[in-house]
């Protein structure tokens, strides 16, 4: 099973690994653009205020440009620990046992802008890039990225992919056929609606039940069965859908 999460805007600073080495990332076919990417990063970074016209950053969120100056030479850290919010507070990956550590090494990606996609364990800098961002001379990160990503993780998928990422990081690199979540808060008449930050938060309660769970299941049926188990109230609504309740 693979589990593609979303990233995140905010982003954990430091880190005790080396440089960002694209050598070292999985999907080792996506460097050649993930090294125009950067490159474009740092060299937009020297303008402050282009910058922040194409990365959608305001007058107090300097030190996201400052982050993209230093690209190359800032320490890295695994990408589970790098992202942050709350779907990754929901994940709650530091309190994974040393088990838990194997299987999310073995089923958690990260879906990435600058990178098309990480494994959790892949060592990557703190960085500032969104999905809808365009750097200039280049065109939609949309178009970069297709096929080139949708193809390198059918590469990596043997089985059951389950997408979690939010549309905009799913229109980078779509997986076919992949099991996606779609979170409802229901009210007491029964109507259903999507709510921002519940939809974040049960896709990382979501996300850390499959991580942790012994089985392996195989379709959407075996995702509801595992989410049930741990507590969740779901519903199969196709054979790609899952649909995640809250009240």
Same mark, same amino acid.
């Given at each position: 099973?693979?589990?593609?999460?979303?990233?995140?805007?905010?982003?954990?600073?430091?880190?005790?690994?080396?440089?960002?080495?694209?050598?070292?990332?999985?999907?080792?076919?996506?460097?050649?653009?993930?090294?125009?990417?950067? =490159?474009?990063?740092?060299?937009? @970074?020297?303008?402050?205020?282009?910058? *922040?016209?194409?990365?959608?950053?305001?007058?107090?969120?300097? =030190?996201?440009?400052?982050?993209?100056?230093?690209?190359?030479?800032?320490?890295?850290?695994?990408?589970? *620990?790098?992202?942050?919010?709350?779907?990754?507070?929901?994940?709650?990956?530091?309190?994974?046992?040393?088990?838990?550590?194997?299987?999310?090494?073995?089923?958690?990606?990260?879906? *990435?802008?600058?990178?098309?996609?990480?494994?959790?364990? =892949?060592?990557?800098?703190?960085?500032?890039?969104?999905?809808? +961002?365009?750097?200039?001379?280049?065109?939609?990160?949309?178009?970069?990225?297709?096929?080139?990503?949708?193809?390198?993780?059918?590469?990596?998928?043997?089985?059951?992919?389950?997408?979690?990422? *939010?549309?905009?990081?799913?229109?980078?690199?779509?997986?076919?056929?992949?099991?996606?979540?779609?979170?409802?808060?229901?009210?007491?008449?029964?109507?259903?609606?999507?709510? +921002? &930050?519940?939809?974040? &938060? &049960?896709?990382?309660?979501?996300?850390?039940?499959?991580?942790?769970?012994?089985?392996?299941?195989?379709?959407?049926?075996?995702?509801?069965?595992?989410?049930?188990? +741990?507590?969740?109230?779901?519903?199969? @609504?196709?054979?790609?859908?899952?649909?995640?309740?809250?009240?």
């Amino acid at each position: 099973m693979l589990i593609l999460l979303p990233p995140s805007e905010t982003k954990s600073d430091g880190g005790a690994g080396s440089p960002l080495d694209l050598g070292e990332l999985s999907l080792p076919d996506l460097t050649p653009l993930r090294q125009k990417l950067a =490159d474009a990063l740092v060299e937009l @970074a020297a303008d402050v205020e282009a910058s *922040s016209a194409a990365l959608g950053l305001g007058p107090t969120q300097a =030190d996201e440009i400052q982050r993209n100056a230093v690209l190359w030479t800032s320490p890295t850290a695994p990408a589970l *620990s790098r992202y942050t919010g709350v779907l990754y507070d929901a994940l709650d990956a530091g309190s994974f046992t040393r088990a838990g550590r194997a299987r999310a090494a073995a089923r958690l990606w990260i879906g *990435s802008a600058l990178f098309g996609a990480v494994r959790a364990t =892949d060592p990557i800098p703190s960085y500032r890039l969104s999905g809808g +961002s365009k750097i200039p001379g280049f065109g939609t990160l949309r178009s970069l990225w297709k096929p080139d990503l949708t193809e390198a993780l059918l590469a990596e998928a043997d089985e059951l992919v389950v997408d979690l990422r *939010s549309g905009t990081y799913q229109q980078l690199g779509p997986v076919p056929g992949a099991v996606t979540a779609t979170v409802l808060t229901e009210k007491p008449d029964g109507t259903r609606s999507v709510v +921002s &930050h519940f939809n974040k &938060h &049960h896709k990382g309660l979501l996300a850390r039940t499959l991580t942790l769970t012994t089985a392996e299941p195989k379709d959407v049926k075996g995702v509801a069965r595992v989410a049930a188990k +741990s507590g969740l109230r779901v519903e199969v @609504a196709s054979p790609t859908e899952l649909i995640v309740l809250t009240e």
